[in-house]
Nanobody
Framework: QLQLVESGGGLVQPGGSLRLSCSASGFSLDAYAIGWFRQAPGKEREGVSCISSPGSSTNYADSVKGRFTISRDSAKNTVYLQMNSLKPEDTAVYYC??????????????????????WGQGTQVTVSS
């Protein structure tokens, strides 16, 4: 069974940057659409960004457009979320999720929680001075 592992979270000052990684062992992430989600205390988990399989299509939440970038590194079997110009409201636990590619989902991805089959354990991002 696919197991996802997030890393790269931490404490950063407003305006700073972090790069989150989503990796897996034993399975090629190229065969999965990957989504990044976040959940702040007392709030519902929300979609941040996603990348399709094949990875030519990406989507972003309006709140992160122009600041976050999702990408794949097939050689490292990793999907990244580069986060720039971070704001205190970006503070949350960030999760990556995966859905196997299929005929009906080639080249698309969604920022809907129930669209994904596998989830990682999350990594904490705190933006504070």
């Amino acid at each position: 069974q696919l197991q996802l592992v997030e890393s790269g979270g931490g404490l950063v000052q407003p305006g700073g940057s972090l790069r989150l990684s989503c990796s897996a062992s034993g399975f090629s992430l190229d065969a999965y659409a990957i989504g990044w989600f976040r959940q702040a205390p007392g709030k519902e988990r929300e979609g941040v960004s996603c990348i399709s399989s094949p990875g030519s299509s990406t989507n972003y939440a309006d709140s992160v457009k122009g600041r976050f970038t999702i990408s794949r590194d097939s050689a490292k079997n990793t999907v990244y979320l580069q986060m720039n110009s971070l704001k205190p409201e970006d503070t949350a636990v960030y999760y990556c999720a995966a859905r196997p590619k299929g005929i009906a989902t080639l080249g698309i991805c969604k920022q809907t929680r129930n669209w994904y089959n596998y989830w990682g354990q999350g990594t904490q991002v705190t933006v504070s001075s």
